[in-house]
Each structure stands twice: as structure tokens, then as C-alpha cells.
């Protein structure tokens, strides 16, 4: 099973370093002429050098003869890049490895490949991860959800390496609510702890907000417990605690009040968005969600987005 990683981000960087420990790994980037000279992702994943596995193109038809093709986009940039590649991906097993809600339809990213491209076999890698400790070889485990389980075992097997271990489920739609809710929640987190409202604080939010992921995810009909797991729990545990996770820093910068770099792609602010439209639209009670979304658009200030969720009424657990 050949690979190739389409999209030289830093966690599309960093999974092509690691797959490419086990064997040859393309990895296809607009500017790839300059990390195929230096070897290196110097403006994504600096000091993570390419190991000799790792070829790297501009090239996205010959990227494309690989069997199984994971794509490291963004949630709101996917559907455009799936149109705009729609020949070259058909029949293809597409991993995306990306975390969110799409504005514009409601839908995780699984969804996206199966509407716009329906003979390929979506599937999606997430959970909790930073590139650079996939980059340096460091433990890390990740949920690898396909609704075909015996394509999904076969993607397992192949993606897993010495220091990236995968666990399988067929709970796509669990899998994906997992990895977006919880940059919300982080948001949230890393607003609280700007705002020096403290570490109690925090871990109401990260308690509270993962009951609203399980609301929403029984909702949709994704199973809750899907969420106990990597895709959720274990990734909402690291993204709400680490400056490293760029979502967490966004809630930071907005409880100090200090200007955040606008060209950082954060998707749970696309997601929040996507999220609260998708609460009210289901009479869904998503309060950590709705101040996330307010904060975003400027309609609330962080004190008083804190009083609105401090003045709920009270009610068992």
C-alpha cells in the first residue's frame, strides 16, 4: 500500500516524517521546491528533519498514484480542494486529517469526501496530537475511524509506526465530532486562563464542555462513548492544557486581550460558528459553545460571557 500526504502543514509534515520511518512516504506541497532542497519544513516544523524516506513534490498528479492518500487541509478548505482534485482522488482510500465543523453544510470532514467525491473510501486519523511529537518520534496515539472495518484494519496496519499507535473504530461521525468540539472547549479553557480566572475554572469548562460534545454527538446519532475515548476525551485533555495547541492560544490571547497572529490557521473559531448554528437550528442546549461563538464574533466580552455561564440555572449533574 503505497501513501502519500497531501498537504505540508505542520501535522501533514509531521505524519509524513513518521510514515516515512517505515518506508517511502510522497509528500506533496505548493513549496515543495524549497523543503526538497533544505530537507526540512523550515516554516511549519522547524528542526524536524526529512529522514531519506521522504520525497517531496509539487507535483499532485504523480502524488496521487498512491493508493491510500491522507489529506492534511483545513475543515473549511476541504470541499474546494476535493472539487478541484475530484479526477485524480476517485476510488482512492482519503484519510483526512484535519479537525472541524464545515461552515456552510454542518458536516466533519468524512462527510465532505463522501458528498463530493462518493467512490472514494473516507476515512479519518485525529485525536490527541502535536506534530512536533510526531516529528521526533514520541508516543502518540490516535483514533483511526472507517465505516469499512476491513479497509479500516488495512489502514491501520499501514499507518501505525513505532511511536504512532492507532486505535480503529467505525464511528466515523464520533470520531470527527472529537476532534472538532473539543478546540471549542479549548477556546473556552485558554480564555478562562487569560483571563486569570484560574485552574478550577479550567477544569469546569473542560467537565461542562465535554458533557455539551456528548449531547451533540447522541444528537447526530454518533455514539457517546466514542467520545470517552482518543478522539474526544484524550484529545480535549491535551488541547486545553498546552500553549502548544493552537486553539488554546486564541482563547489566551482573548482573555488578555492581546493581538493574536491572524494568519494562524485555528479551526474550532470556524467551528464554533458552525456548531452554535447547528445548536440553534436543533433547539440544543450548547452553552460553552454559544459564549465561544459570541466571543468570536464580537458580540460578548469575556466578563460577560463568565457571568451568562455562572448565572445558569442550577441543576443536577
Known amino acids: 500500500m503505497s501513501v502519500a500526504v497531501l498537504g505540508a502543514g505542520a501535522f501533514g509534515t509531521a505524519l509524513a516524517i ?3 520511518r517505515n518506508g517511502p512516504v510522497t509528500l506533496w506541497a505548493r513549496d515543495a521546491g524549497d523543503m526538497a532542497k533544505q530537507r526540512e519544513n523550515t516554516a ?8 531519506d524516506a521522504l520525497f517531496v513534490t509539487d507535483d499532485l498528479a504523480y502524488a496521487t498514484t498512491a493508493d491510500t ?9 476541504l470541499r474546494g480542494f476535493l472539487n478541484a482534485n475530484a479526477t485524480a482522488l476517485a476510488g482512492k482510500s482519503l484519510v483526512a486529517c484535519c479537525k472541524g465543523i464545515e461552515i456552510s453544510t454542518g458536516t466533519g470532514p468524512v462527510s465532505v469526501i463522501a458528498d463530493v467525491i462518493p467512490t472514494a473510501v473516507p476515512a479519518i486519523l485525529t485525536g490527541p496530537s502535536f506534530a512536533r ?9 490516535l483514533t483511526l475511524a472507517c465505516t469499512d472495518d476491513e479497509i479500516g484494519k488495512h489502514l491501520q496496519q499501514r499507518l501505525s509506526t513505532a511511536n504512532l499507535r492507532l486505535y480503529r473504530t467505525t464511528d466515523t461521525s464520533g470520531a470527527e465530532l472529537g476532534g472538532a468540539l473539543k478546540n471549542v472547549i479549548a477556546i473556552a479553557c485558554g480564555t478562562a486562563m487569560g ?8 477544569a469546569a469548562l473542560m467537565t461542562r464542555g465535554f458533557a455539551e460534545m456528548q449531547r451533540l454527538a447522541a444528537h447526530l446519532r454518533a455514539d457517546p462513548q466514542t467520545l470517552a475515548g482518543l478522539s474526544g476525551f484524550g484529545d480535549l485533555t491535551l488541547t486545553c492544557t498546552s500553549q502548544q495547541s493552537r486553539n488554546y492560544s486564541l482563547g489566551m490571547s482573548m482573555g488578555q486581550g492581546t493581538p493574536f497572529d491572524p494568519s494562524t490557521t485555528v479551526e474550532g473559531a470556524a467551528t464554533a460558528q458552525a456548531v ?3 445548536a440553534q437550528d436543533n433547539a440544543l442546549d450548547l452553552p460553552i459553545t454559544a459564549a465561544v461563538a459570541g466571543l468570536l464574533e464580537n458580540r460578548l466580552d469575556v466578563a460577560t460571557a463568565m457571568r451568562g455561564l455562572l448565572a445558569r440555572p442550577l441543576k443536577e449533574e
Request: aromatic share 2%; net charge positive; glycine share 10%.
Open 195 to 202: 483571563a486569570g480566572l484560574g485552574e478550577s475554572a479550567r
Open 69 to 77: 492518500l491522507l489529506i492534511a487541509v483545513p475543515t473549511q478548505k
Open 276 to 278: 452554535h448554528q447547528l
Open 44 to 51: 511549519r516544523l522547524a528542526g524536524c528533519p526529512f529522514p
Open 133 to 141: 511529537d510526531i516529528a521526533r518520534g514520541l508516543p502518540t496515539a
Open 18 to 20: 513518521s510514515l516515512s
